[in-house]
């Protein structure tokens, strides 16, 4: 009876830990496109410190999003538990707080470009000169990407808490902290290793004065700043394909559009929908930010 008892529990587990696993891969599926936009947001967020404070910057905003995450997960978990209703809507949301991100970015880019290039070369003349004090510059950095790792560790957790409402809560808890705890390692990782490709070229260049791996090292200090441009470009095309993926699959009368269709078909409607969501809630923001200017 009790070596019954034992395999049926063994059993359960496992049943369990492969729900989790499905769960977890379909999770981490549908989240894809956020991380891809995390991971570019925060490289960039990171980047412009000096080479050898690169890593400890790196390291205080992935402490950050731990905390981040353990704050998220308990109230994912409490949403799910008392007002399952508000996922959705949350959802959309976040959805539509991607769209406006990724088009106040793209206006940003290019109604200040002048005045971005110029802050960004008072930064290298900063940078270079070794009595300069950039601990508030770091502290402002750290403090900037933190928060935007919120932002999209939110929308990381509530995605993921649509794939696993209705399950038991051990499943939501495992996916859940599962999803949270590899997005914060596989993300700042990468951010890490992006950060340096740059320095691990010029040491390659340096220690092999010739030969393949100077050649490499050549490589790769071409390669990051082209790297850099890429990711801000493929970040900012995934905050409106995951955004206006998240209103496509929500919202009945857009989802009906594109049920069945071809993934390329579906990858381009929500790409135009994020970027029409997204410039229509501009349009709002602006206005909104304008009637109060006026008032005061």
Not at 130 to 155: C, M, N, W, Y
Not at 203 to 219: D, F, K, M
Not at 248 to 256: C, G, K, M, S
């Amino acid at each position: 009876m009790a070596g019954a008892s034992l395999l049926t529990l063994l059993d359960d587990i496992v049943t369990v830990l492969d729900d989790v696993a499905i769960l977890t891969k379909v999770a981490a599926k549908k989240t894809s496109g956020v991380l891809g936009d995390d991971l570019a947001l925060n490289a960039q967020q990171v980047a412009g410190v000096r080479a050898e404070r690169e890593i400890p910057v790196v390291w205080a905003v992935a402490k950050g999003s731990f905390v981040n995450k353990a704050i998220l997960v308990p109230a994912a978990l409490l949403i799910s538990a008392l007002a399952p209703m508000l996922i959705v809507p949350l959802l959309i949301l976040g959805g539509l707080f991607l769209c406006f991100e990724g088009v106040e970015k793209v206006w940003h880019k290019i109604a200040h470009r002048d005045e971005e290039a110029a802050q960004e070369e008072a930064l290298t003349e900063a940078l270079i000169q070794p009595e300069v004090d950039l601990v508030q510059f770091e502290a402002d950095k750290i403090k900037g990407a933190v928060r935007t790792d919120f932002i999209l560790s939110a929308e990381i957790i509530v995605i993921a808490l649509g794939i696993v409402s209705g399950k038991d809560l051990t499943t939501q808890v495992l996916v859940l902290s599962g999803i949270a705890v590899a997005m914060t390692i596989g993300v700042y990782g990468l951010v890490g290793a992006i950060v340096k490709l740059d320095d691990a070229g010029l040491w390659l260049t340096q220690r092999h004065p010739n030969g393949a791996l100077h050649h490499l090292g050549r490589g790769l200090l071409a390669l990051a700043p082209q790297l850099m441009k890429a990711l801000a470009v493929v970040g900012t095309a995934a905050m409106f394909m995951v955004g206006g993926g998240i209103l496509a699959h929500n919202i009945p009368a857009l989802h009906h559009l594109v049920e069945g269709a071809h993934w390329a078909a579906e990858t381009g409607f929500n790409l135009g929908l994020g970027v029409a969501a997204g410039a229509c809630c501009l349009l709002l923001w602006n206005g909104v930010q304008a009637l109060r200017r006026k008032k005061s």
